[in-house]
Every structure is written in C-alpha cells, then in structure tokens.
C-alpha cells in the first residue's frame, strides 16, 4: 500500500490522484513535485497571465521530431531548424524561413533605418530596374557613406561600380569622359613636374 502511495499523489487544486509522471518536479517540496498536477499547473498559469493582460500561447500536440514555429504558426520537422544548444530543446526558436526573415527585416533597420516594405517601395517607384544602368533589377539599397542617407536602390554591379569610385563625383565625371573618347593626359613641364589640365 505504501508503494502504492510513492507512485501516485494527490493534486491539490483539483483533488485527484495522478501518477508521480503528471506532476512537475519541485526540490523544495517535501516529496519533491509541484503540488498542482501539470494541467492544473498550466491553467493556472494562464489564468494568472489573463488576469494581468497578456496573452498565453496555446499549446499544439507536435510529434517527435517536429517543432511549432511561433512566428509562422506551423509544425515543421527538425530537418527546416537550425541547432541551438543554449535552448531547452537544442533547436532554435524560430523555423528557418521566419528566422531569415527576421534577420532580413533587422538587417535593413540596423543598417540603413528603413523597413523591408520602404525598400519595396523604394524599388516599385524606380520602376523595378536599377536607377543607374536603367536594364538590371534593382536590389541592393545604396547609401551615402558620410551621412548614411539611403539614395535608391540599384543593381549589384552600379552599387559596386559606386563603391570603387569611393562616391568621388569628380572621379566619376573623368571616368565617363574616358568611356567616351575624351582623353586627357598630364602635361609635362620642364624639370619632371606633371601639370594636371583644369
């Protein structure tokens, strides 16, 4: 009988006895578990959370293997997360794709302070094409290194062409003179000194 009594308890929110395996564990407690049973336990809880006005997260049965992804509200296998060993369950918080969006999103808010949607909206009004060669898509935003102000977005090959230039209009002007036939040389002065033409 006393073996009997080890192997069961009695939940005192509810009044019935449970198996030892639906209470939570408590080293406090003289028998060391909780003394609601774990669905007495959660409901309180999320009474508790109500009453104070916040939202408690349903709990959705997943099978072994898989995980709810909070953000997309999908159950996924484990194979579509990404190993977090700091976790309870050594998977991230987030499945993949929500993961790579979020980083997406912080990513344009850390480095430019836009949204993804301002960029998207930056892009539908240059017509969806880069604002420099006016063919490729436009999809790297460019900004102003000096000030940070975001000036479009462009393609890959105009944003890195900027780049090179170091934003030096000058060396821009020259280099568009050159692609176009005007050539311009030093003059050289007497004594190995090099005049530059104004």
Not at 33 to 47: I, V, W
Not at 126 to 145: N, R, Y
Request: contains cysteine.
């Amino acid at each position: 009988m006393a073996e009997q009594a080890e192997e069961a308890k009695r939940c005192s929110r509810c009044g019935k006895t449970k198996p030892r395996a639906a209470f939570a564990n408590n080293r406090s407690m003289r028998d060391g578990l909780q003394a609601y049973c774990r669905a007495c336990q959660a409901e309180h809880y999320r009474h508790r959370q109500e009453a104070r006005g916040l939202a408690v997260r349903v709990r959705v049965p997943t099978p072994r293997g898989w995980k709810r992804c909070p953000q997309c509200a999908e159950v996924k296998p484990h194979a579509e997360w990404e190993r977090n060993k700091s976790s309870s369950d050594g998977w991230a918080s987030y499945c993949r794709d929500c993961r790579a969006r979020k980083n997406r999103e912080s990513y344009f808010q850390r480095k430019y302070g836009i949204t993804e949607a301002e960029r998207d909206a930056m892009i539908e009004a240059q017509g969806g094409v880069c604002v420099i060669c006016l063919s490729a898509p436009a999809e790297h935003v460019d900004h102003c290194h000096g000030t940070g102000r975001v000036r479009g977005v462009l393609c890959f090959s105009c944003n890195a062409a900027l780049g090179q230039f170091k934003d030096r209009p000058d060396a821009m002007r020259r280099a568009a003179d050159y692609v176009e036939g005007n050539l311009w040389k030093p003059t050289l002065e007497p004594q190995g000194v090099c005049r530059l033409p104004s």
